[in-house]
Nanobody, 111 residues
Framework: QVQLVESGGGLVQPGGSLRLSCAAS????????MNWYRQAPGKQRELVAS???????NYADSVKGRFSISRDNAKNMVYLQMNSLKPEDTAVYYC?????WGQGTQVTVSS
């Protein structure tokens, strides 16, 4: 079955950086686009970044220039490098493929 396992979240000060990782299994990873979503308390889940099988990327306006999505098809991994973090980036971040979701990893940006 499909498994998506996120890691790398934590507490970071404003302006800091984190790198999230997602280990994927149970499907043909290198032929599929992958997504990162996030959900802040009291808000709807929103798409943060996407990467196609060919490596083309797309970002939410709120994270453009600060976040970078990448993938390693040899390892079935997708990453989200987050720089210049802001308090409003605080959320649970989820790895997504089609209708499947990881368990999420908490990112808290606070001084």
């Amino acid at each position: 079955q499909v498994q998506l396992v996120e890691s790398g979240g934590g507490l970071v000060q404003p302006g800091g950086s984190l790198r999230l990782s997602c280990a994927a299994s149970g499907f043909t990873f290198n032929k599929n686009a992958m997504n990162w979503y996030r959900q802040a308390p009291g808000k709807q889940r929103e798409l943060v970044a996407s990467i196609t099988s060919a490596g083309n990327t797309n970002y939410a306006d709120s994270v453009k220039g600060r976040f970078s999505i990448s993938r390693d098809n040899a390892k079935n991994m997708v990453y989200l490098q987050m720089n210049s973090l802001k308090p409003e980036d605080t959320a649970v971040y989820y790895c997504n493929w089609f209708l499947d979701w990881g368990q999420g990893t908490q990112v808290t940006v606070s001084s």
